[in-house]
T-cell receptor
Framework: DSGVTQTPKHLITATGQRVTLRCSPR?????VYWYQQSLDQGLQFLIQ???????AKGNILERFSAQQFPDLHSELNLSSLELGDSALYFC?????????????FGPGTRLLVL | AQSVTQLGSHVSVSEGALVLLRCNYS??????LFWYVQYPNQGLQLLLK??????LVKGINGFEAEFKKSETSFHLTKPSAHMSDAAEYFC????????????FGKGTMLLVSP
């Protein structure tokens, strides 16, 4: 158990819909990262937040957005869903100081768009 | 920008045999290097990491990896495979700066036969 929690574990929805994925980082970690894992694209970085502010952006679609709240949990919002958005979405967190370079991953949310 | 190449999408070994999973990276600055393992229907678990210092790093479950700058490699080894090692293994790189994101290889599926 990494200490990173993600909900829900599974999500099934229809094209055109909007969903929200939730992540709680390890206790004390200020940085949260979101990754997408799909068969064709592999593991890809989407976005990073540090203490409530966006720090880095990767291959995140405009239909996707994220935020980190004052209690440090993060949400990833996916809208106008397409079949190709079906994937496993991971959240990771990292600490501060010398611990900042190591990311610990949650169990993931498996999204199926029908 | 950094990149990771994992040679072999599938590696098959017999139980008790040496495990060797290959990873080569590309980075214009000194890298941090990681190996993660993913068991079926689970999240990513950190196996080991190289940041600075000793180039031979030991991880969990008897795995180790050696950072070779001249070869830009970070191959993962284990002297004797167990059935429980069957999983997908990901090599990842980040650069030596704060809160850098991970760039992953495409993964290598390790199959262990009795």
């Amino acid at each position: 158990d990494s200490g990173v929690t993600q909900t829900p574990k599974h999500l099934i929805t229809a094209t055109g819909q909007r969903v929200t994925l939730r992540c709680s980082p390890r206790s004390g970690d200020l940085s949260v990262y979101w990754y997408q894992q799909s068969l064709d694209q592999g593991l890809q970085f989407l976005i990073q937040y540090y203490n409530g502010e966006e720090r880095a952006k990767g291959n995140i679609l405009e239909r996707f957005s994220a935020q980190q709240f004052p209690d440090l949990h993060s949400e990833l919002n996916l809208s106008s869903l397409e079949l190709g958005d079906s994937a496993l979405y991971f959240c990771a967190s990292s600490g501060t100081g010398t611990a900042k370079e190591t990311q610990y991953f949650g169990p993931g949310t498996r999204l199926l768009v029908l | 920008a950094q990149s990771v190449t994992q040679l072999g999408s599938h590696v098959s070994v017999s139980e008790g045999a040496l495990v060797l999973l290959r990873c080569n990276y590309s980075s214009s600055v000194p890298p941090y290097l990681f190996w993660y393992v993913q068991y079926p229907n689970q999240g990513l678990q950190l196996l080991l990491k190289y940041t600075t210092g000793a180039t031979l790093v030991k991880g969990i479950n008897g795995f180790e990896a050696e950072f070779k700058k001249s070869e830009t490699s970070f191959h993962l080894t284990k002297p004797s495979a167990h059935m429980s090692d069957a999983a997908e293994y990901f090599c990842a790189v980040s650069v030596n700066s704060g809160y850098s994101t991970l760039t992953f290889g495409k993964g290598t599926m390790l199959l262990v036969s009795p």
